[in-house]
């Protein structure tokens, strides 16, 4: 059995929780702490071993996840230095926040995984990147990787490209909720049902990502096959390029990506 703490039980940490409870092949002794009493009323709801403080999580765990904003990390890690012993396994899911960071602030050659979630995790359908200081075991990593896995998919990546991918996957569902709130509104004005057409066009995403990863053709093949010379696709398309959708989406990226970097310590 393997002992696995939070600190932070937000939705994110409950979902990665929950991930756990619902996976018969990962045996675990939960502990959690979250200064929000209703947060941590809902981790023992999980099975979860309230803890009293941050640093009775680390204390109490191999595998401890910080599921806290970047913001409080500080204050955090200035709690739990004491706590954190060399075996410590210390997964972040502070987005840009680096591990030579967190090993500066609790002890020298720390274990740290870096992870990268998104909040589909809450229904398992999660999309998860991660990488690991040297210092991590290849078993240890793996069974972080295996917590992600219980939540849906994860991708193992370089250490210096975790900032670039939070507008891949953490910060995505965001920009993709935007995107479809404008053909929500737009349903609305030629007066369809906003809830007929949000059901309509959810379960079209959700069609057109299964083609994306499962038809076995491109994104420009996939793109030919809905276009119809002369057609209401293409007249579509043409505006969406005119309008410059693409470079809408890689400045939204540049700019994730540098806010990111402003977050790094």
Do not use: W
């Amino acid at each position: 059995m393997i002992k696995v703490g939070f600190i932070g039980a937000g939705n994110m940490g409950h979902a990665i929780m929950k991930g756990i409870v619902g996976c018969d092949s990962i045996d675990a002794e939960l502990y959690a702490y979250d200064s929000y009493g209703p947060a941590l009323e809902r981790a023992e709801g999980l099975g979860a071993k309230a803890c009293s403080d941050a640093a009775e999580v680390v204390k109490s765990s191999k595998y401890v996840f910080l599921a806290i904003k970047p913001q409080q990390l500080d204050e955090v890690l200035e709690e739990i230095s004491d706590a954190v012993e060399k075996d410590t396994v210390i997964v972040s899911i502070c987005a840009g926040i680096t591990d030579d960071y967190i090993a500066s602030k609790t002890i020298s050659g720390a274990k740290v995984i870096l992870v990268m979630p998104n909040t589909p995790l809450l229904l398992g359908e999660g999309a998860t990147a991660l990488s690991k200081a040297d210092s991590v075991s290849d078993e240890e990593f793996a069974e972080v990787c295996g917590i992600f896995g219980a939540c849906g998919i994860y991708s193992v990546i370089p250490k210096d490209k975790m900032k670039e991918i939070i507008a891949i996957n953490g910060s995505s569902p965001a920009f993709i909720y935007l995107y479809a709130q404008s053909f929500i509104k737009y349903a609305e004005s030629v007066g369809i049902n906003a809830d007929v057409a949000t059901k309509l066009f959810a379960k079209s995403l959700i069609g057109s990502a299964k083609m994306i990863t499962d038809s076995g053709n491109s994104i420009d093949k996939l793109i030919e096959m809905v276009s119809s010379k002369g057609g209401t696709t293409i007249a579509g398309l043409e505006q969406l390029r005119a309008g410059g959708l693409d470079d809408a989406v890689m400045n939204c990226c540049k700019a994730c990506t540098k806010r990111a970097y402003e977050l790094s310590k």
